[in-house]
């Protein structure tokens, strides 16, 4: 992967990280619940009665959004360097370590952090200390 830093737009990713933050903060204020993509999709796959509407239109609007925006401006194009077996061994793995960290990214990250969770400070280290090991290794030490 490369950045291509003719392109590089500080202000758009600033704007898209205050939504997202406001986002997160309205989301708990009105709803007492955390914006945790592994949880909201989660509770999707082992639904409950009267709770499967609202994570339904949360994850609708996060494949939608795109979709969205796409009518209004030119998407960047997508350029994966790993073949198929490797995505699929990534995402098990991804999946695997939200289950074992009790969250993910946008519910640590994002969410966790903001409410000075001392538990998600630690997995948000975690998760970013083996991210940047694995890239590590893979680029660096075998040369994939």
């Not at 995402?91 to 538990?119: A, D, F, K």
Request: hydrophobic share 55%; proline share 4%; glycine share 16%.
């Amino acid at each position: 992967m490369t950045i291509n830093w003719n392109a590089f737009t500080p202000w758009s990713a600033l704007l898209g990280g205050m939504l997202i933050g406001l986002a997160a903060a309205l989301f708990v204020l009105l709803n007492g619940r955390i914006a945790g993509i592994s949880g909201v999709l989660g509770g999707l796959l082992r639904p409950v009665r009267g709770d499967i509407a609202w994570r339904a239109a949360f994850v609708l609007g996060l494949i939608g959004a795109p979709l969205v925006y796409a009518l209004f401006a030119v998407l960047p194009p997508v350029q994966i360097e790993a073949g198929y077996g490797t995505l699929i061994v990534a995402g098990l793995l991804v999946g695997v370590g939200t289950r074992y960290g009790s969250g993910c990214t946008s519910g640590h990250g994002v969410c966790g952090l903001s409410r000075l969770s001392p538990r998600s400070l630690a997995a948000t280290l975690a998760f970013m200390g083996a991210g940047f090991a694995t890239v590590f290794v893979l680029r660096h030490l075998l040369k994939i």
